[in-house]
């Protein structure tokens, strides 16, 4: 029988948190290297509520799945903990409710920095938190399920960080996090391309079910190419130049996952998976260390 905190553990998806947590950081770095200093409270209480709000949205994510019929038997992604009986839906919808509470209470004291742009962004994170399974209308159950992630675990994660600050918002952080974004969009259009079948059984109508599995290989290219496309006019609003070169080494790592995935089948999505999370951390790291390093 599964130990309740190995449960726990493995419903809160621990290796999706890199994808929440790698914007807030390279948002905080990138206000460092325009202004020299760093403001370590804000920093970590959006790590903080960034995670807790991936957490909820997980657990929500988790039952929501479960209630709607789409994690069944042959599902090929990893396995869920209210499908699998370890936790009851009772239990991870209260687990859900909680991280977002939590979230609150961070965003409570963000929102008294940062005024009322961080209460639209928190208000706007929390709502479509909830929204990504729940309600009539679920945003995973549509087309919009790759743009929802560009925003929220792009734009606004490198935005609503950079603005916690420096109070201001600069198109270098809007660049970044479209970057950033476009590298968490394509995790979830891995996710979706593996659950082609079974989620089309139960009506839940993402960009990969409606375009099919061939189209997507051009989807997931373009959200691979994105960042790179992006990266000549982000070093001219830095002033970095040829620094800028030290990105493009993950463009390997791109090339080799785009090869990958228009070969894979069935439970091969899942180390692929993980893999197109972890490009995402090796662009920010690399462009972290042309910012922050000469």
Known sequence: MMKPCTAWWLAIRPKT??????????????????????LWWPALAALLA??????????????????????????????????????????????????FALALLMGAALVAWGGWPILLIGIASLISGWAYTGGRWPIAYSLLGELFVLMFFGVAAVGGTYYLQTFSLSLA???????????????????NTRDIPTDAVVQKRTLAVRLGRSAMNTVYALELLLPFVLLPWFAV?????????????????????????????GVA????????????????????GALLFP
């Open 173 to 191: 952080a809007l660049l970044a996090g479209v970057m950033l974004g476009s590298f968490a969009a394509a995790v979830i259009t891995v996710n």
């Open 237 to 265: 609003q830095t002033n970095l130049a040829w620094r800028m070169t030290w990105p493009v080494i993950a463009g390997v790592l791109a090339v080799a996952l785009y090869r990958r995935f228009c070969a894979a089948q």
């Open 50 to 99: 960034a995670m807790l709000i991936q957490i909820g949205t997980n657990l929500y994510n988790d039952v929501g799945d479960f209630e709607r019929g789409a994690d069944t038997a042959e599902r090929l992604g990893p396995p869920r903990a209210t499908a699998q009986a370890w936790l009851s839906a009772r239990a991870v919808r209260r687990g859900a409710r909680a991280a």
């Open 17 to 38: 948190l890199s994808v929440c947590a790698v914007p807030v950081v390279f948002g905080t770095a990138l206000a460092y290297f325009e202004q020299g200093h760093l």
């Open 269 to 288: 999505f899942n180390a692929l998976l993980a893999a197109t999370a972890q490009l995402q951390w090796v662009f920010a790291v690399l462009l972290m």
